[in-house]
């Protein structure tokens, strides 16, 4: 079950996690896409949840890919990350979970210049899809009011600060939210010019948008949160409406996507 790859002193060990749970449908891809990585020097982790789906078959099938794997039932995605990032040992960890990818073959190598000492933070820019085509999502600089302009799988954040302040179990949709939250101003941050994911905007969060940032105006009680807070609501009366008036919601974003 345990198969680490050589260990390449040029390269620090990179920990890549997968969380999962009745993924069978979308993790064999985030495997494929992890271990086809053409960086050197990594550890695969993958959680799972206690899936009863076919998903284990899978992990399975490329064992010997992955560093170590689990299946068990826990208290959520946050909970399976904490879990994961107990047993990492590598430098730097990445979440990449079930159905998300990197954006290339080579997208860790070609960040591998920014895993130096200096920075406690790297992030790039995600390739978000959408039902009916993708855009490329750029960011922000990290600020008191936005400490996390980017989306997660975008990010490698150095093992030993997720080992101090691991996911809060409080929060159960914007935990890694609060985790960048809890880090900014004590610890650096790096962005790189770098498409790092490919992230569905199908998720959990997605669907979920005024809950998630109901938690993040729990631990930032800003103005950009209030903000963000009210135009999710404003899109949930406009998706209401709409059905009542029998349009297709899918058809409104697609016009939309294919104007802008």
Known sequence: MVNRKISNTEYPLITIITVSYNAFDTIESTILNVIGQSYPNIEYIIIDGGSNDGTIDIIKKYANNISYWISESDRGIYDAMNKGIKVATGKWINFMNAGDIFYSSDTILNVSHFFVDANDLIYGKTNMVLPHGSFIR?????????????????????TELLKKYYFSLDFKYAADYHFFNQIFGC??????????????????????????????????????????????????????????????????????????
Not at 138 to 158: A, G, R, Y
Not at 223 to 251: E, G, P, S
């Open 138 to 158: 750029t960011c922000t600089s990290i600020s008191s009011s936005n400490p996390m302009p980017f989306v997660h799988q975008s990010s490698f954040c150095k």
């Open 187 to 260: 610890t650096t941050a790096c962005y790189c010019n770098e498409i790092i994911a490919t992230y569905s905007l199908d998720g959990i969060s997605s669907h979920n948008s005024i809950r998630v940032n109901k938690e993040r105006i729990a631990s930032n009680p800003c103005w950009q949160n209030y903000w963000t807070q009210a135009l999710c609501y404003r899109n949930y009366w406009i998706k209401f409406f709409l059905k009542m008036l029998h349009i297709d919601v899918d058809v409104v974003k697609k016009y939309i996507y294919k104007t802008n």
